[in-house]
Structure formats: structure tokens, C-alpha cells
């Protein structure tokens, strides 16, 4: 089992930044893909971005290239959604999940709680 608690959320006005924190706990997880999930009110929920653990390789949704860079301190077991320029379309939950496949953008067996970030215009 992997435990997974994100923070990091809050208000901020459009044009900010946030940075988000995932932290994991539980089994090893060094072979795990970390990847960061949002939901908007009335939305389903939609993938952001992903990190691989062992190469730090990552990848993210057009929504957000370039917006949200994803990093990763494995002496921490923590990983980091930057988001920088955010706009009132980026409001939404914020969920970190863990899964052991390479960069999956679905179906990833752990989650989080999730945490609120709420952008104002």
C-alpha cells in the first residue's frame, strides 16, 4: 500500500503561483510513476502530468506545458506540482496518485485526498 497526502492548496489570483506537494509513505516506491490529476466543478476528472520516479522523466497535458513543471525529491518521498501563470480555468481539486506502470495517464491505483486550488480573476 502507498499513502498519498497532497497540500499545498489555497486562493490566489490569476496570474499566480501555487506549488503543491505530494507526499508519499508506505511501501517502496521507487519503481512508481507519480502523476497529478484535477477536477472542475461539473467536470470529470482529468490528468495534469506525470514523473517517473527512477529517470525523473515527465510528461503533462497540453493544458499545462510549460505552466506546470513537475519535480520530484526522492529523499523526501515527495513529489511537486509548480504552477505558475494560473488562470480561473485551473480552479479545480488537485489530486496526487501513484501507479506502477510507466507514465500511465489512467487507471493509476493509488490517490490522494486531493486539495483545493481556487484561482480568481
Known amino acids: 500500500q502507498v499513502q498519498l497526502v497532497e497540500s499545498g492548496g489555497g486562493l490566489v489570483q490569476a496570474g499566480g503561483s501555487l506549488r503543491l506537494s505530494c507526499a508519499a509513505s508506505?511501501?517502496?516506491?521507487?519503481?512508481?510513476?507519480m502523476g497529478w490529476f484535477r477536477q472542475a466543478p461539473g467536470k470529470e476528472r482529468g490528468f495534469v502530468g506525470a514523473v517517473g520516479w527512477t529517470a525523473g522523466t515527465t510528461y503533462y497535458s497540453e493544458s499545462v506545458k510549460g505552466r506546470f513543471p513537475i519535480s520530484s525529491d526522492n529523499a523526501k518521498n515527495t513529489v511537486y506540482l509548480q504552477m505558475n501563470s494560473l488562470k480561473p480555468e485551473d480552479t479545480a481539486v488537485y489530486y496526487c496518485a501513484a501507479d506502477r506502470r510507466l507514465l500511465p495517464r489512467s487507471g493509476y491505483d493509488y490517490w490522494g485526498q486531493g486539495t483545493q486550488v481556487t484561482v480568481s480573476s
Open positions: 508506505g511501501r517502496t516506491f521507487s519503481t512508481y510513476t
